[in-house]
């Protein structure tokens, strides 16, 4: 037994670490923040979205490469690729509600991990020049503590060792929770909410953009357009989970 499982053993018996989404208790030292339960029902996505725009699709669907699925066919998306790791449910949903809305900045790592064991990266590395956060509008980065998206960025900038330009795609507007409105009115909502402050920074890249959920990908999309207008060449959007099929979606709020 190492020294760090003594300490494990030793802290357990003072201060007992329970499952973040299930509450079981946390015995064994290697389970720091989730069972290993709950582990094993994490809905990965493992092949079955639309690499064009993420949405997910059954075994019989039809999709090209270039061009999309139906969805990305009948909605104009301005991010050229999707890549995201699981569903927005079970454990995952817990990890990202709590990370964001409760304060508890340290379930980073939980969910840090979770992108790691899907080994997507290698994939992705001839595609990007830099790496850019979705931005939070400074009141709500202010009242948070942090940017969700920004910490995820500085997490897979080990496997790039590309820049994360934060700061130059910004957030003018603090718009409403996309979720709560209706389809017309969210792409009033969201047009026209970001800015780019010195577009020489993004003229000619190969943009990977940030973000944790992706709902309805409008957010993205207006991103993805500023960026474009501002000369990038290709954005592909890296998102933890997708929510697509989920519609409790009320607390999402960027
Ligand atoms: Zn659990
Ligand atoms: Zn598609």
């Given at each position: 037994m190492t020294i760090t499982r003594y300490l494990h053993t030793f802290l357990d018996i003072f201060y007992p670490r329970y499952c973040v989404h299930c509450k079981c208790s946390l015995?064994?030292?290697?389970?720091?923040?989730?069972c290993e339960d709950c582990k094993k029902k994490i809905s990965y996505i493992i092949d079955t979205h639309c690499s064009r725009c993420g949405t997910i699709l059954g075994p019989y669907t039809i999709k090209n490469k270039e061009t999309g699925c139906l969805v990305c066919k009948s909605k104009h998306f301005y991010f050229d690729k999707v890549t995201c790791i699981t569903h927005y449910d079970g454990v995952v949903k817990t990890l990202i509600y709590k990370f964001k809305y409760a304060g508890q900045k340290f379930l980073f790592n939980a969910l840090y991990d979770i992108i790691n064991t899907q080994n997507k990266f290698n994939g992705l590395v001839s595609d990007i020049d830099i790496i850019v956060p979705v931005p939070l509008h400074w009141m709500k980065e202010l009242r948070r503590g942090f940017n969700q998206s920004e910490i995820l960025s500085y997490g897979i900038q080990k496997h790039f060792l590309k820049p994360v330009i934060k700061n130059n795609l910004r957030r003018i507007r603090n718009t409403k929770a996309q979720t709560l409105l209706t389809k017309g009115q969210r792409k009033i909502n969201i047009k026209n909410a970001f800015s780019v402050k010195s577009p020489e920074l993004f003229k000619g890249k190969n943009v990977l953009l940030v973000d944790d959920v992706l709902t309805t990908g409008m957010t993205a999309s207006e991103c993805s357009r500023k960026l474009k207008e501002s000369g990038a060449k290709f954005i592909h959007l890296f998102v933890i989970a997708t929510a697509e099929y989920n519609h409790d979606l009320n607390f999402l709020d960027g």
């Amino acid at each position: 037994m190492t020294i760090t499982r003594y300490l494990h053993t030793f802290l357990d018996i003072f201060y007992p670490r329970y499952c973040v989404h299930c509450k079981c208790s946390l015995n064994n030292s290697c389970e720091m923040y989730i069972c290993e339960d709950c582990k094993k029902k994490i809905s990965y996505i493992i092949d079955t979205h639309c690499s064009r725009c993420g949405t997910i699709l059954g075994p019989y669907t039809i999709k090209n490469k270039e061009t999309g699925c139906l969805v990305c066919k009948s909605k104009h998306f301005y991010f050229d690729k999707v890549t995201c790791i699981t569903h927005y449910d079970g454990v995952v949903k817990t990890l990202i509600y709590k990370f964001k809305y409760a304060g508890q900045k340290f379930l980073f790592n939980a969910l840090y991990d979770i992108i790691n064991t899907q080994n997507k990266f290698n994939g992705l590395v001839s595609d990007i020049d830099i790496i850019v956060p979705v931005p939070l509008h400074w009141m709500k980065e202010l009242r948070r503590g942090f940017n969700q998206s920004e910490i995820l960025s500085y997490g897979i900038q080990k496997h790039f060792l590309k820049p994360v330009i934060k700061n130059n795609l910004r957030r003018i507007r603090n718009t409403k929770a996309q979720t709560l409105l209706t389809k017309g009115q969210r792409k009033i909502n969201i047009k026209n909410a970001f800015s780019v402050k010195s577009p020489e920074l993004f003229k000619g890249k190969n943009v990977l953009l940030v973000d944790d959920v992706l709902t309805t990908g409008m957010t993205a999309s207006e991103c993805s357009r500023k960026l474009k207008e501002s000369g990038a060449k290709f954005i592909h959007l890296f998102v933890i989970a997708t929510a697509e099929y989920n519609h409790d979606l009320n607390f999402l709020d960027g």
